[in-house]
Structure formats: structure tokens, C-alpha cells
């Protein structure tokens, strides 16, 4: 099936950003520019770039700073493109740019990532799924409505579980990089200032000494409350810490609930035996062939 293009051209960045991170002949711009996967890297950048300039120039026309004092809710959108410094300046166009094509890339491919290991997790693990779809359907056959409600996604603590051990198990952002503004000591090793640190979020969710020697397997009792206390609050961390963390997590939570829950409320899940699945690292973790499951009507 094809894919939507805005997709195809970030999947590819993440190729050719991974492809050029492992060929140190190709860090050099100049020479890199001229490559064949320069240039298709340029094009694809132009592309997503113009997807978030056209979001952003249909809002810009539809809106007049009075409408928006007159709403009652300010959208992300609406406050970048009416914010002002102390001396009134507006952000410049290329920095909104940024800001929206960090939403549109991290909004979009991490959940991704992060709903379709979990799903297949559960599909390895029928025991484990249906006590989600259990839980679900009890969940929802005591809502007014027979739908799933939004206050009702804090009462799915066996899918909650489940979720939290698949984001431990497979790690939708298995990698994060800083650089140090001023010379730090970790256990003894000094790292000066302006170095770049690799941050192995996915080491840190498979470190034996934590999770055991089983870490290799999906076991969501490791996320019961009793459990959770027993361990240091930065063993699990998939949105990253500290103050640059990811200010999505509660609205990427929600919606891995929301779209798990519903498939699991209509389907079961099973794997198909004949297709090998391989995990593979372009910024976010994806399977390198894809994952194939059954869906089975309930
Ligand atoms: C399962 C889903 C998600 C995971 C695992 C995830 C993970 C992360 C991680 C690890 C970071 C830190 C990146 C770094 O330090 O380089 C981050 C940052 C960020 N995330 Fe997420 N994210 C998810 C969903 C989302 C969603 C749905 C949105 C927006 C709707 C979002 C918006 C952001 C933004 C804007 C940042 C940058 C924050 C900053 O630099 O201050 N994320 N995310």
C-alpha cells in the first residue's frame, strides 16, 4: 500500500540521517551536498518543510489578532504565531517552522512506533491480551455511553501496564543526543565541555542489574505499583527527563490507549509465525521488514 508522502519523505530522512551518521566520509557538508543522498536528503527536507509552511500560512490567513483574543482555547499554533518578546518582536517564520516540525515528527512517528511494538508484544503474549480485553470490556460496559470514555483511560491499569513494559521492552526512542555546555564528571571520567553524548535510552531499559536477566522478555508486572516503587524513578524513562523531556507524553499516552483499546475491544491478535520480525534503529525503533499480524474479529 502506498504510503502518504509527508510519511515516505520523514521515513527516508530517518534512512538517510542514520546512513550518513555511520559514513564519516560524509560528514563533510560540501562533499555530502554533492552525493546522490545529499540531494535526495535536501529534497525530502524541502518537502516536509513546505507541509508545515503551508499548515502554517493556511492558520496565518485565517486568522486576525482580535479573533484570536476572542477565543476561548489558544491553540500550540495560534500562540507561535502570535507570540511576542519584551520588545515586541514576533517568532521569525523559520523558528515557528521548527517548533511545528518537531510536533509533526514527533507527534507522529514515535506513537507509531510505540502502538505497533506493544500490539505485537500483546499478539506474541494471548495470556497478557486478553486481560486487556478484559479489562476493556468491563471498562466500557459500565460507561453511560458503551463507548470508551475519556475518564475512563485511567481505569485501564492492566493496558497501562502492558504499555509501559512494551515503551521498556522495545523503546520507541531508543537514542538521544546532548552536547555538555560545561565540563561534567561521570564516575570518574571527565567529559569537557562541547562534547557529544549518546544517551542509550534502550540500554537503560535492558540493564540486567535492574530488570533481571529475563530483560529480554515482556513481563507488564514489572509496571504494578508495588514493583514500580522498588525501582530508582530514572530506570524507565522513553520520553527522556530532565527539562528538555518530552512534552508530549500525557496526549502520547492517551492516544496509545485510546487506539490499543479499540483495536482490542473489536479484534485479537495474533502473530504471523512466517514472517521474521527485526528490530532497526532510524531515530525512531521500527521493524526492519515491517511487523505482520492477524487481526481476529472477537
Ligand atoms: C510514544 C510516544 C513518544 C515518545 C516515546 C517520545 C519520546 C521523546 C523523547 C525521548 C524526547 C527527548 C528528545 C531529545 O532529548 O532529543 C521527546 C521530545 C519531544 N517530544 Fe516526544 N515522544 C512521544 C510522543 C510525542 C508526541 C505525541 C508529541 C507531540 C504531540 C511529542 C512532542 C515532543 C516535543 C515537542 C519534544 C521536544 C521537547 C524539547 O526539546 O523541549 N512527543 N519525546
Redesign the pocket.
Known sequence: KERNPYIQAVYDLTLEWTRRNGSPWLYSDFIYNLTKGGKKFKENCDFVHKVADDVIEKRRQALKDDEVSSKKYLDFLDILLTARDEDGNRMSKEDIRN?VD??MF???D??A???SWILYSLAEHPDHQKQCQEEIDRVVSETKSGELEWKDLERLEYLTRCIKEG?RLH???PL???NNQSTITVDNEVVPAGSTIL?N?YSLHHNAEIWGEDHMKFKPERFTKENMEKRDSFAF????AG???????N???S??KIVLATLLQRFTFTVDEKHIVEKQVLV?MRAKNGIKLFAIPR
Open positions: 517548533k518537531t510536533f514527533e507527534g507522529h514515535t506513537t512506533s510505540a502502538i515503551m523503546t520507541p526512542v538521544i543526543i546532548r544517551i535510552i524513562c522513553p520520553f527522556s527539562p528538555r523531556n518530552c512534552i508530549g507524553q496526549f502520547a499516552m492516544e496509545e525512531v
